[in-house]
């Protein structure tokens, strides 16, 4: 039995369960809720206008949310006011503060990311823009003082996931004008605190910052708290910028060459990715424009690649070279799968017998060498017991046993170790896999969350208040695995003999509790291999037995 391995992957899941089981968290979702879910932004619903012109352009525009004001000037917003334009793929909210784009929902998922300003001006974001033009899916907001005048041109696509923007500068002097300005290509407003339990609390290491340049990959993990240590502040030439999550991405890429790029930590909840474009020379009387194009959606590679922007190159399962090439073949496979058979939770099924059986060789390899070295077991016990009082003999001794009997000491362990950057894959593909989203299997009501049947009315430490039954069948298919090897097992040392014992008992039940929030596609996956390795042992029991 691959024991080396699955401890190994069990390990790693207990120190993340644990970690997160026992940090302190609030019970208050309030900050998360006004965020994630549009209608609960306080825009009183009396003084909302709902209004659809003759394109089927729809938006309403909410009014007297009052700010405070530090500044006597007539240039900062006094009261913001929001303007909503819903497409099929978004709900996009804009304000006059700033003449910004502060909140967008992606309407499928009924998600909005934790990003509170889109396309900022520095210096600009807390003027009163006013609403200049607002049809056929163009928002266009000014700002004028008596030397500049600023337009901020937002063109929604009404079929896809993109938002373009156009800054135009005018020089209202008669003198020219050298410029070096900051766009705050997002602002990441993460809520401190989630309830405790949830799905955002459980998905925040997920969160990720990233700036991709012509030369380096800049990216942050576990984005949901900042200090002065993310402050970095470089000059290159940035492709792409902004934030991923678990499942979607915000993506701004600048049309402009840039100079520098600057993350800019302003609390601990709050960070601003900012961009510098190459120093601007506006003419007496003349104008400059930077464009930029939003992409806010799903993480999903095909819809990622169908804009030939470069987009895809935010997708990324591991840092680690060679396991994001498996997890990048692995997740090519299973699409490939899903055009044949458009069920996800079949295509898990397919993919789980698909690399089992392609490695069945190795794991057949492993199990049988360890099989072997248990034979060995009384010999070895003997040896340590003549030379323990001489490790170089007995090292000598163990080495020409080995070789009399045509054994490698490390044949059982090297083919599960091969093994390890598939199962590593894997992991990533069901976990972040945003097709998963949604999807049913069976009683499965979705894949990305554990399959719970129903719900307790109490909590039970590690488990919660719901009854997952994956994670219990996973339990059972372990206890018979764990017989089937003891049976095959020959084990002379009565203090390793107690051990095994103990694990036998105690490992399937560690797995089940470590997998017991999972993602039931995940959860599913790794019960299937399971049901593969029992009858794996169980051939070879009987083979034995021969």
């Known amino acids: 039995m691959e024991k080396r391995l699955f401890l190994a992957i069990a390990l790693s899941f207990l120190v993340l369960y644990v970690w997160s089981a026992l940090r302190p968290k609030s019970h208050s979702d309030q900050v998360y809720n006004q ?29 007297d949310k009052n700010i405070d004001v530090t500044d006597n000037t007539q240039q900062k917003t006094e009261k913001e006011t929001f303007t909503h334009v819903a497409t099929p793929k978004l709900n996009l909210y804009f304000t006059n503060t700033g003449g910004n784009l502060k909140t967008a929902e992606i309407v499928q998922y009924n998600k909005t990311l934790p990003i ?30 008596d030397e500049l005048r600023i337009t901020k041109n937002y063109r ?39 309830a405790k339990n949830s799905v955002e609390a459980r998905d ?28 970095k502040k470089e000059s290159a030439v940035v492709d792409l910028i902004g934030y991923r999550d678990r499942y979607f991405s915000v993506i701004y890429k600048p049309s402009q060459e840039t100079q520098a790029y600057h993350i800019r930590p302003i609390d601990e909840d709050t960070l601003s990715l900012d961009i510098s474009p190459q120093e601007i020379n506006i003419p007496a009387g003349g104008s400059e424009s930077l464009t930029a194009t939003f992409f806010i959606g799903p993480e999903n590679l095909k819809i990622l690649n169908e804009y030939n922007m470069g987009f895809d190159k935010v997708k990324k399962f591991y840092r680690f070279p060679l396991f994001d090439v498996i997890a990048m073949l692995i997740y090519y496979l299973l699409h490939l799968i899903h055009k044949v058979i458009p069920q996800w939770g079949i295509c898990i099924l397919i993919i789980s017998a698909i690399i089992y059986f392609s490695m069945y060789p190795l794991t057949l390899r492993g199990m049988t060498s360890m099989k072997k070295m248990q034979s060995l077991q009384p010999k070895v016990l003997a040896l340590r017991d003549k030379y323990k009082d001489n490790p170089q003999k007995l090292n000598k001794e163990m080495m020409e046993l080995y070789r009399e009997n045509k054994i490698n000491p490390f044949g059982g362990c090297l083919p ?10 894997l992991y990533q593909v069901l976990w972040r896999d945003v097709s998963f989203k949604g999807a049913e299997f069976l009683w499965i009501k979705d894949l990305t969350e554990p399959d719970r049947l129903f719900t307790f009315g109490f909590n039970i430490p590690f488990i919660g208040n719901e009854f997952n039954i994956l994670p219990v069948v996973m339990i059972v298919i372990m206890f018979f695995q764990q017989k089937l090897t003891a049976k095959n097992m020959v084990i002379a040392d009565p203090d390793q003999a107690a051990q095994q014992k103990m694990m036998q008992r105690i490992f399937p039940v560690l797995l089940g509790v470590i997998f017991y929030k999972f993602a039931s596609g995940l959860t599913l996956y790794f019960t299937m291999f399971y049901i593969y390795s029992t009858f794996t042992q169980w051939k070879i029991s009987k083979e034995t037995a021969k």
Request: aromatic share 14%; charged share 25%.
């Open 416 to 425: 599960f170790l091969f093994q390890m950057p598939v199962f590593i894959g």
């Open 204 to 231: 925040q290491s997920l969160y990720e910052y990233f700036v991709i340049t012509n030369k380096e990959q800049v990216r942050k993990s576990k984005a949901h708290k900042f200090s002065d240590k993310n402050n």
């Open 116 to 145: 509170s300003i889109y396309g900022g001006i520095e210096g600009f974001n807390d003027f009163d823009f006013k609403l200049d033009r607002l049809d056929n899916y163009l928002v266009s907001y000014v700002y004028e003082n």
């Open 156 to 194: 929604v696509s009404e079929d896809d996931y993109l938002v373009t923007l156009d800054v135009i500068l005018e020089n209202k002097t008669k003198m020219s004008k050298q410029k070096d300005i900051w766009l705050n290509s997002v602002k990441l407003d993460i809520p401190p605190h989630h």
């Open 35 to 63: 965020i994630n879910n549009p209608q609960n932004i306080q825009l009183p619903a009396e003084e909302e206008l709902q209004q659809k012109d003759s394109s089927g352009f729809d938006y309403s525009q909410t009014i």
